[in-house]
């Protein structure tokens, strides 16, 4: 049955409280709040209270069309109930349409109104002259997560209008709201003249982004795979550095060599682009040829296209003219300067030296492929190489610092001394090349790791200046955001490095979880259910952490079922085996899950805190706290966890994690 509007329904209790009766009804509460109002206030007192007198007309004149009551003004913002859920919202879109009709005749920006809008539906309690309860607690903390000019409102609303309501209504997902019991859904009116200008920025900024799909090698011999994925490599590099541009890391294209037969207009829309380049590298002996076309993937038009017939010895010069007519002839499309350093040298030509560069390739290949540990460490030696042929050759150190970090953190090399030689080849990276970003992102990773906060989102912010189209700098800080409490800016973060790297398994596991923390649960599993193909086995152990905490064991057996398939030894799969059994029942089979990972411990193995999480799964706090703080004092503390899983949210009450979390919050701010 549809549902129309809300009709005020009166409690059917009423008590004296000595100021008058008291009443409760079920009602749509509007929240409304003047955008940027104390700081002009402070810049002109009287354009504000011109503004502020003009905005409270034109309202009070639509809260009387919707029959919205007005309850009390605070300042800048009006409290207003409704007896219908539909009529408040017309109400606010009306209200958004006259405004934004007058900010079009005002030319000066300080005169322009703009507003937000929150509401909610509930039962509100009447006294006096006055009204309360949590459905205007609700709309008040509502009303800041709409945009400027913006209308935001909760299920409760949505579910009343949305089969009468004219405009679309789009989901922002699960909220966490300050002093409010469990997440809220919000919704947004989409506001006809906001579709229409994002539609025109989205197709502007679409064109902007670039994919250089993985040059083909039509070279004679096979084993010069790894030059066509350099000079990919090089060519994504380049693009990046031109201003305006937003191109998709390596890591996302790179996939698509498997995968030839795919349409461009696929490729575009799996990697949100609305420019592809493609083109292949044909090598022999000391010569080199080389071709590249650019492609409009709305119309799969061929923009611009050349070949480049060279001696090897000019490949750093081909590369950079082609980035530079790509970056030209996307110019001449587009409202975007390029700047003169588009064509010139690029900061990471920091070797004439082909031998070196040869070596360099050859690593990065490797690396890239991590097929094993030893490849892996075969990497080294070509990187290890290169330097040795060009001491000056900042991008190899940064490899030498990446293939050992890597290693230490694996296990194959001991953990210390891997970052005691990073840290020496990123500081020699940057004495030689202080612009590398590739090198302050890092060196910002390695700081992280040793729990050198500040030092880290300096490294970060300095890498994303340098390149914002690397996705790592984005992770770190989003990692020290949501160690600081910010999980919203987490996410934020966390969406910047997708939209840089839609394909890396490192953001999309991670940007998950961190729904899932905000309390967007909702977003967490849809999420969840795009990406479980690009990263099976993390997507699997992120939602079997959520129906562990909702005590959905169905759906976490079917969760640890994959695990099991996909990576039997992982510590994961061990660790929540051991918590399932344990909250099923199966004490013993918990206990050998314990007895596994202090095995692994014994052998080296990181799984102090894994096994503390059994340990709590089984009631056994002191056990669990004991393990934490070992993890804590081994900077290994599992942070994200305990502040914010559902696992963990009895624990959170404990005085001795309390306690723990102060001293981590504590030297948090000493790192500062």
């Known amino acids: 049955m549809e549902i129309v509007a809300v009709q005020v329904r ?12 008291v009443q409760r009804r079920l009602a749509a509460i509007m929240f409304t709040d003047l955008v940027g109002y104390t700081a002009l206030a402070q810049q002109s007192e009287s354009l504000a ?6 905005h409270r007309k034109i309202l009070r004149s639509i809260f009387s069309k919707y ?93 009343h209008i949305h089969n009468n309501f004219a405009l679309p209504l789009t989901s922002l997902g699960q909220r966490t709201l300050k002093n409010v019991s469990g997440s809220v859904e ?8 906001k579709e229409q200008t994002a539609k025109k920025q989205q197709a502007e900024s679409t064109k902007m982004r670039i994919a250089v799909l993985p040059l083909a090698n039509f070279s004679p011999d096979p084993n010069d795979e790894y030059f066509a994925d350099g000079m990919t490599e090089e060519l994504i590099d380049r693009l990046a550095q031109v201003k305006g541009f937003r191109v998709i890391a390596r890591t996302s294209v790179m996939g698509y060599k498997k995968q030839k037969d795919k349409k461009i207009s696929e490729i575009a829309k799996e990697l949100g682009v609305g420019t592809i380049v493609e083109g292949s590298v044909r090598k022999a002996g000391s010569r080199i040829r080389i071709t590249a076309q650019l492609i409009d993937t709305a119309s799969e038009e061929h923009l611009w296209s050349d070949r480049y017939d060279k001696e090897l010895d000019d490949v750093f010069a ?25 064509s010139t040298q690029h900061p990471s030509q920091d070797t004439q030296n082909m031998d070196a560069y040869i070596s360099y390739l050859r690593a990065r290949r490797l690396f890239a492929e991590k097929g094993s540990e030893q490849s892996i460490k075969h990497a080294l030696t070509f990187f290890e190489e290169a330097v040795r042929l060009d001491s000056r050759f900042a991008r190899a150190r940064v ?17 210390l001394e891997s970052n005691r030689r990073a840290r020496e080849e990123l500081t020699k990276a940057l004495e030689l090349n202080e612009s590398l970003a590739e090198a302050h992102s890092s060196l910002s990773g390695l700081f992280l790791a040793e729990d050198k906060f500040e030092a880290s989102k300096r490294e970060a912010r300095r890498a994303i200046e340098l390149n914002p189209n690397l996705s790592d700098p984005y992770r770190w800080l989003a990692q020290i955001a949501a160690g600081n409490g910010r999980i919203d800016e987490a996410v934020r973060l966390l969406e ?85 059994a344990a909250w099923t029942g199966d004490v013993e089979g918990a206990r050998r899950s314990i007895e596994n990972l202090e095995k692994r411990r014994a052998s080296g193995e990181f799984a102090v805190f894994h096994a503390g999480f059994v340990h709590y799964a089984l009631g056994d706090m002191d056990e669990f706290v004991k393990c934490i703080e070992q993890s804590f004092e ?20 404990d005085p001795r994690i309390i306690e723990i979390l102060r001293k981590q919050s504590e030297y948090r701010t000493e790192s500062s």
């Not at 009166?10 to 009766?21: H, T």
């Not at 209270?49 to 003009?54: D, N």
């Not at 409704?82 to 030319?107: D, M, P, T, W, Y």
């Not at 081994?634 to 009895?650: A, C, I, T, V």
Request: with cysteine.
């Open 496 to 580: 910047s490095a997708l939209l840089v790297d839609p394909m890396d398994i490192n953001v999309i596991s991670f940007l998950g979880r961190a729904y899932m923390y905000a309390g967007r649960e909702q977003e967490a599993l849809a999420f969840w259910e795009r990406t479980k193909a690009l990263s099976p086995f993390r997507t699997n152990a992120h939602s079997m952490e959520y129906y562990l905490a909702i005590g959905d064991y169905s759906k976490a057996s079917q969760a640890l079922k994959e695990l099991e398939r996909l990576r039997p030894e992982s510590v994961w799969t061990e660790t929540y085996r051991g918590i399932l």
């Open 10 to 21: 009166v409690a059917l209790s009423r008590e004296d409280q000595g100021q008058g009766i």
């Open 318 to 342: 081909v590369q950079t003219d082609i980035a530079t007519k790509i970056a030209n002839e996307l110019a001449g499309k587009m409202t975007v300067s390029i700047p003169e350093s588009a």
């Open 49 to 54: 209270l011109e503004l502020l007198e003009e």
């Open 67 to 159: 029959n919205g009551t007005e309850i009390k003004t605070m300042g800048d913002a009006f409290l207003v109930e409704f007896a219908s859920a539909l009529e408040a919202a017309n109400c606010g879109f009306e209200i958004q349409k006259v405004l934004h009709e007058r900010n079009l005749s005002q030319s000066e920006e300080l005169k322009k109104i703009r507003l937000r809008i929150g509401m909610h539906l509930g039962d509100v309690v009447h006294s006096a002259s006055d009204v309360y309860g949590d459905a205007v607690n609700i709309a008040s903390r509502i009303e800041p997560l709409a945009d400027e000019g913006g209308v935001c409102l909760t299920r409760q609303v949505y579910d």
């Open 399 to 415: 490899g030498i610092a990446e293939v050992v970090q890597w290693l230490g953190t694996e296990g194959a090399t001991p953990y």
């Open 634 to 653: 081994l900077h290994g503390l599992p942070l994200l966890e305990l502040m914010y899983s559902r696992l963990f949210e009895d624990a959170r009450k």
């Open 186 to 193: 919000v919704y947004k009116i989409v506001l006809p003249w």
